[in-house]
T-cell receptor
Framework: EPEVTQTPSHQVTQMGQEVILRCVPISNHLYFYWYRQILGQKVEFLVSFYNNEISEKSEIFDDQFSVERPDGSNFTLKIRSTKLEDSAMYFCASRGDSGVNEQFFGPGTRLTVL | AQSVTQPDIHITVSEGASLELRCNYS??????LFWYVQSPGQGLQLLLKYFSGDTLVQGIKGFEAEFKRSQSSFNLRKPSVHWSDAAEYFCAVAPGAGANNLFFGTGTRLTVIP
């Protein structure tokens, strides 16, 4: 069964460093998403991506964040200069073009900023 | 603004007992409702969804949920819990079929005791 994969599973970085979180969505999906979950809090929407551009983003997704689909299979989230409060679990999701918002999630990347 | 409330942070049930996890949402129109489950180290797996029609929906792993418009609720139920059901359960709402993002509750952690 096709699934969304994410790498790495755990990333530790120093404050101020850049990190890139990687996702491989399900191959025939067209819509891609990033969410995050700070420990003990809700899963929060960050950004959605369709047709090679951002279609929607939340207030969390400021200039420190960027997304890219560098090739036909990967979808990345970059945090330019990490802060302590960026420590969270980051989930990638994708969905097809059926018109129904049924998103398939990856296992997440736990980002720890020291 | 849309919101999702899961009032129970942690629930413990005995194996074989019935289960009900509560979810309330706040949204003006009929939302699209989802339940996801997350086992340790795994991604968010979709258990079931409600878009329209029959208000009692069946999902995977023997779960069901009932949409009650009058109570703005979408509670998840299972008649007999198995030890493998121990996990974190998330209720989520999408404002519409084509909406880009999901709004999640804070989750309910289920512990199953033998």
């Amino acid at each position: 069964e096709p699934e969304v994969t994410q790498t790495p599973s755990h990333q530790v970085t120093q404050m101020g460093q850049e990190v890139i979180l990687r996702c491989v969505p399900i191959s025939n999906h067209l819509y891609f998403y990033w969410y995050r979950q700070i420990l003990g809090q809700k899963v929060e929407f960050l950004v959605s991506f369709y047709n090679n551009e951002i279609s929607e983003k939340s207030e969390i997704f400021d200039d420190q964040f960027s997304v890219e689909r560098p090739d036909g299979s990967n979808f990345t989230l970059k945090i330019r200069s990490t802060k302590l409060e960026d420590s969270a679990m980051y989930f990638c999701a994708s969905r097809g073009d059926s018109g129904v918002n049924e998103q398939f999630f990856g296992p997440g990347t736990r980002l720890t900023v020291l | 603004a849309q919101s999702v409330t899961q009032p129970d942070i942690h629930i413990t049930v005995s194996e074989g007992a019935s289960l009900e996890l509560r979810c309330n949402y706040s949204y003006g129109a009929t939302p699209y409702l989802f339940w996801y489950v997350q086992s340790p180290g795994q991604g968010l797996q979709l258990l079931l969804k409600y878009f329209s029609g029959d208000t009692l929906v069946q999902g995977i792993k023997g779960f069901e949920a009932e949409f009650k418009r009058s109570q703005s609720s979408f509670n998840l139920r299972k008649p007999s819990v198995h030890w493998s059901d121990a996990a974190e359960y998330f209720c989520a709402v999408a404002p519409g079929a084509g909406a880009n993002n999901l709004f999640f509750g804070t989750g309910t952690r289920l512990t199953v005791i033998p």
